[in-house]
C-alpha cells in the first residue's frame, strides 16, 4: 500500500497516522467528519482505493462507538432499516459497477462530493422530511449514498441531509449518523473485498490507524468544552470545500493538462 515511499519507507504511515489524529478531532467536536476528512486528505498522498482500506477499523470503531447507548438506538435502528439496506445495497451495486474507488474520475468524485456536502452544509438550509414519505424516501437515500460511498470513499452525502431532516433531535441524529456510518463502512469494506483491494495487510494497516483516530477524538471532545462547535463547524465546512476544489483542480486540469 506505501510503495509510493520505498525511499522514505516511514514518511507515509506517519503522515496517515496525523491525518486520522486530525479527523478524529475533529469528529470529536462535531460528531462527524472523520471519514471524510481522512479520505480528502489520505486520497492526496495515495489511490482512494488505498485510501478507503485505511479508513475502514478506524471508522468502524468510532462510529459503533457513537451509536451508544445501544439499548435506547433499538427503536431508532428499526426506523432506519429501510434506509440502511438501502446504503449496503447501493456500496455495493457501485463497488460492482466501478470497481473500488480508483483513478482521476474518483478522485474529481471526491473533490464534487466535499463541495457539496461544504456548501450545502455552509448555506444552513433547513428542511424537514413528513413522516409519510420517509418510507420510499430513506431507501432512495440509502442507495445514493451507497453509489457515491462507492466511487469516492465519502458516506455523507446525501445520507446526513436527509438525517437532519427527520428532526431527530440532537442525541438522535447522532445516533442515526453513527448508525448510518457504522452500515456504509461494513458495506465499503466488503466493496472493496470484492475487488480484492482488502487484505490482511491492508486490515493491518487500518487497525494501526485507530489509536491516532481515538487520540484525535479524545482532544475533540476535550475542545468541545472550550470551542464553539458552530464556529469550528464553519470552518471546517469551508475547509472541505477548498479541499475539494483542490481535488477537482489538480485532477481535471493539472493531470489533464
Excluded at 510503495?3 to 522514505?8: K, Y
Excluded at 486520522?20 to 495515495?46: C, D, E, Q, R
Excluded at 413528513?130 to 430513506?138: L, T, V
Excluded at 476535550?222 to 470552518?235: D, H, I, T
Aim: glycine share 12%.
Amino acid at each position: 500500500m506505501f510503495e509510493q515511499t520505498a525511499a522514505l519507507p516511514w514518511l507515509l504511515p506517519l503522515a496517515a497516522a496525523a491525518v486520522f489524529v486530525l479527523a478524529g478531532l475533529v469528529k470529536g467536536v462535531v460528531g462527524l467528519g472523520l471519514p471524510t476528512i481522512a479520505m480528502g486528505l489520505l486520497a492526496l498522498m495515495m489511490t482512494p482505493a488505498h485510501a478507503a482500506a485505511l479508513l475502514i477499523i478506524p471508522s468502524l470503531v468510532t462510529n459503533v462507538w457513537q451509536v451508544r447507548p445501544w439499548r435506547a438506538a433499538l427503536p431508532l435502528l428499526r426506523r432506519l432499516a429501510p434506509m440502511q439496506g438501502g446504503v449496503f445495497a447501493g456500496t455495493l451495486a457501485g463497488a460492482w459497477l466501478w470497481g473500488a474507488p480508483a483513478g482521476a474520475w474518483a478522485m474529481v468524485s471526491l473533490g464534487a462530493a466535499l463541495i457539496a456536502y461544504a456548501l450545502w452544509g455552509l448555506s444552513g438550509m433547513q428542511v424537514s422530511v413528513p413522516a409519510g414519505r420517509q418510507g420510499w424516501m430513506g431507501p432512495l437515500v440509502g442507495a445514493a449514498t451507497g453509489m457515491v460511498t462507492a466511487a469516492t470513499g465519502v458516506f455523507v452525502i446525501p445520507a446526513v441531509p436527509y438525517l437532519q431532516a427527520l428532526n431527530l433531535g440532537r442525541d438522535g441524529l447522532i445516533q442515526a449518523m453513527g448508525t448510518s456510518f457504522t452500515v456504509s463502512t461494513i458495506a465499503l469494506a466488503a466493496g472493496l473485498y470484492m475487488n480484492a483491494r482488502y487484505d490482511a495487510a491492508a486490515l493491518g494497516l487500518s487497525m494501526l490507524m485507530l489509536l491516532p483516530a481515538l487520540a484525535g477524538m479524545q482532544l475533540g471532545q476535550a475542545l468541545r468544552q472550550r470551542l464553539s462547535p458552530a464556529v469550528f463547524r464553519k470552518c471546517f465546512l469551508a475547509s472541505l470545500a477548498l479541499l475539494g476544489l483542490h481535488m477537482i483542480v489538480y485532477e481535471g486540469l493539472v493531470k489533464a493538462g
